[in-house]
């Protein structure tokens, strides 16, 4: 005798949106034969379902153990509903304000994007922003909740036929990825002198390469906000980046293309490399070896070194360019005490007397997320300055707690918000010691 069906209804809160979490659902759905649908909202995500009973404990157990890498659940719940359905359909975002809709972190470029990033054959072949719904911006290129492409700076980019067709096929790994592009319709690099005058170039990363290798310090907009560049073996050339931005003696981190390149310079522990390694990309401090080629003004009277792998197409592509320097100086493009910089025209009026040229793009920067600093010691990880990768990822708390702002120092600081037992600690602020930083302040905690 059948099963009698039944209609339920399961919320779903955590970090369960730009993350792939509507497509493994539906394939789930079809995997267990069940009707039903599944949309975003700006309280998470709402499944509606029609279905034997037997089979809906197993969904559920799947939902929890079986979802995509970069998906964190921290709640279901569920109530009965009424499901008219003869299929599994993805619908619509639902529009409204929810307390408990979570922001994913930007996260680095996947393996399948990398792969593609470098294969001949692929229309995406060297395309500096390539990405999917596993990997690329999310934090810092989104206004609003839910996570749609209209509520992020993509908004302003409109897909080609076949980034389009990718991003409406639920069994294709680009579904719903709201940044998904191309060279064809999506942003793109430009190359631009000391005073912002753009320069023809067919390629602009070549261009960067070759200016790194002669010395020259480059701006470079990336994920979160600029990078002033430089060769990391060339004294002269860190000297000269360390007088323009008067950070005389503070030291610089690096960016190197891998692990077996990290551990030409430093000392690396299988723990510390998995850290290095992972789809968070920290600045992970490791204990520097002696007689590298290192310029010994990077990081002067420490014994340490400040090191991260690449984490966007553009990295990457940098690195692997015919004349790129072999290990990069990756430090904040800002003025000294100011906020990173984030926008072209912020970049250009405060870098110009820093930076000798600038790789610029067009694909605006909504949040500001500085790289995120840890190390391994004593056993564990430990996150010294939180930003890129992590924020706004939630710290779950042993009790639920009155919705509290804290407000944090004044030096080095950061803030944290607490929702019920959650605790959502803020990006690296910095110092509040001028205006721009307090706006920075601001704005994050809106």
Same mark, same amino acid.
């Given at each position: 005798?059948?099963?009698?069906? #039944? ?17 493994? +659902? ?13 949309a &975003?909202?700006a ?13 809906? $404990? ?9 979802a ?20 599994? +359909? ?26 593609e ?28 909740i ?17 980034c *389009? ?23 793109g ?15 602009? +990363? /070549?261009? $960067? $390469?070759?200016? *790194? ?6 701006? #470079?907009?990336g ?7 430089v ?9 000269? /980046? ?14 190197? &293309?891998? *692990? ?9 522990s ?57 290990? /990069?100086?990756?430090?904040?493009g ?11 025209e ?23 997320a ?10 564990a ?22 919705? #509290? #702002? ?10 944290c ?14 110092? *509040?010691?001028?205006? $721009? +930083? ?9």
């Open positions: 005798m059948p099963l009698e069906n #039944i209609d339920i209804e399961l919320h779903i809160r955590g970090v369960v949106q730009g993350v792939g979490f509507r497509p493994f +659902v539906y394939r789930l759905a079809r995997q267990f034969s069940l009707n039903g649908n599944v &975003n909202t309280d998470g995500v709402i499944i509606q379902l029609c279905a034997p009973g037997g089979k809906l $404990a197993g969904f559920v157990s799947s939902l929890r153990d079986k995509p890498a970069m998906a964190r659940i921290t709640a279901i719940t569920q109530h009965s509903c009424r499901v008219a359905a003869a299929a599994f +359909v993805i619908r619509e975002s639902r529009a409204g304000f929810g307390s408990h809709g979570v922001i994913p972190p930007d996260t680095s470029i996947c393996p399948d994007c990398r792969r990033l470098f294969d001949r054959g692929n229309r995406r072949y060297r395309y500096p922003f390539i990405n999917c719904t596993n990997c690329g911006p999310r934090f810092t290129i989104i206004s609003r839910p996570y749609d492409r209209p509520n992020t700076s993509m908004q302003h980019f409109k897909m080609c036929g076949p *389009l067709s990718e991003y409406e096929n639920p069994d294709n790994r680009r579904f719903h990825a709201e940044p998904n592009a191309c060279a064809d319709c999506g942003p690099l430009s190359w631009h002198n000391a005073e912002g005058v753009p320069l023809a170039s067919p390629d602009p +990363v /070549l261009q $960067a $390469a070759r200016a *790194l290798k002669d010395g020259m310090i480059v701006a #470079i907009r994920l979160g906000g600029f990078h002033l560049v060769d990391a073996e060339n004294e002269a050339a860190v000297d000269k /980046l360390r007088r323009r931005k008067g950070r005389l003696a503070k030291p610089l981190a690096v960016m190197v &293309n891998d *692990l077996a390149a990290m551990r030409r310079y430093c000392h690396l299988p723990a510390a490399a998995a850290f290095a390694a992972s789809p968070e990309r920290p600045i992970m401090l490791l204990p520097k070896k002696v007689g590298t080629t290192l310029a010994p003004n990077l990081a002067p009277g420490i014994m340490e070194l400040g090191c991260l792998l690449p984490y966007t197409p553009l990295h990457y592509l940098l690195l692997a360019a015919p004349d790129s320097p072999a290990v /990069l100086v990756m430090t904040s800002n003025q000294n005490g100011a906020p990173i910089c984030i926008t072209n912020q970049a250009l009026e405060q870098l110009s007397g820093i930076a000798d040229f600038f790789l610029l793009h067009n694909r605006e920067i909504l949040t500001r500085d790289d995120s600093v840890g190390r391994h010691m004593a056993g990880y430990h996150i010294f300055r939180r930003g890129r990768g992590y924020v706004p990822r939630a710290v779950r708390l042993p009790r639920r707690l009155p919705e #509290i #702002i804290a407000c944090g120092a004044e030096l080095k600081n950061t803030f918000l607490t929702r019920s037992s959650e605790a959502f600690l803020s990006q690296h602020i910095g110092d *509040l010691t001028n205006a $721009a +930083v307090l706006d920075f302040y601001s704005e994050s905690v809106d």
